[in-house]
Antibody, heavy 114, light 107 residues
Framework: EVQLVQSGAEVKKPGATVKISCKVS????????IHWVQQAPGKGLEWMGL????????IYAEKFQGRVTITADTSTDTAYMELTSLRSEDTAVYYC???????WGQGTLVTVSS | EIVMTQSPATLSVSPGERVTLSCRAS??????LAWYQQKPGQAPRLLIF???TRATGIPARFSGSGSGTEFTLTISSLQSEDFAVYYC?????????FGGGTKVEIK
């Protein structure tokens, strides 16, 4: 069974950095991209970027370029999304997803508040 | 980037009715179009990929059509569990982009 299990909720102050993990199981980690998607409260879905776990190559959405880093650790079958210089507008649920969007993590709520 | 526009924003429907949701791309995405369903507090669920192929386990009442810039998701007979928000997403070009969503609510 394919599973993506994300790390728990985070509360951060403006200007801080958050790093969320996404541990996968049930398939070969290096066979599929891992995507990250942001969903602000009551809003739609916004694609942030992806990592190819096979070679670590990344593609980022322009909106997040410079603030986001997505990585993959093949030794633990875990992907990470780090977002820096947090601001209130980054308060959102962050999802990892893979296999063409067929499998998603449960989401991680990040709250940015002073 | 390719802008995905969904209409209507909200649809009020009675159970058993046929529902048609629209998605338009600002430029051609070929058939590289997916549809997702999202219920409150849950992650999105893939319904359709390749514009018209149902994902594993998706009931036959869901169907997708279209290519290029115009796409449609049809629910042939709306069930109570289908009340949700539906998103289209293009994966023809980077960045991947989603539509703003259509909320299907009980009439």
């Amino acid at each position: 069974e394919v599973q993506l299990v994300q790390s728990g909720a985070e509360v951060k102050k403006p200007g801080a950095t958050v790093k969320i993990s996404c541990k996968v199981s049930g398939y070969t980690f290096t066979d599929y991209y891992i995507h990250w998607v942001q969903q602000a409260p009551g809003k739609g879905l916004e694609w942030m970027g992806l990592v190819d776990p096979e070679d670590g190559e990344t593609i980022y959405a322009e909106k997040f370029q410079g603030r986001v880093t997505i990585t993959a650790d093949t030794s633990t079958d875990t992907a990470y999304m780090e977002l820096t210089s947090l601001r209130s507008e980054d308060t959102a649920v962050y999802y990892c997803a893979t296999r063409g969007g067929g499998y998603w993590g449960q989401g991680t709520l990040v709250t940015v508040s002073s | 980037e390719i802008v995905m526009t969904q209409s209507p924003a909200t649809l009020s429907v009675s159970p058993g009715e046929r529902v048609t949701l629209s998605c338009r791309a600002s430029q051609s995405v070929s058939s590289n179009l997916a549809w997702y369903q999202q219920k409150p507090g849950q992650a999105p669920r893939l319904l359709i990929f390749g514009a018209s192929t149902r994902a594993t386990g998706i009931p036959a009442r869901f169907s997708g059509s279209g290519s290029g810039t115009e796409f449609t998701l049809t629910i042939s007979s709306l069930q109570s569990e289908d009340f949700a928000v539906y998103y289209c997403q293009q994966y023809n070009n980077w960045p991947l982009t989603f539509g703003g969503g259509t909320k299907v609510e009980i009439k």
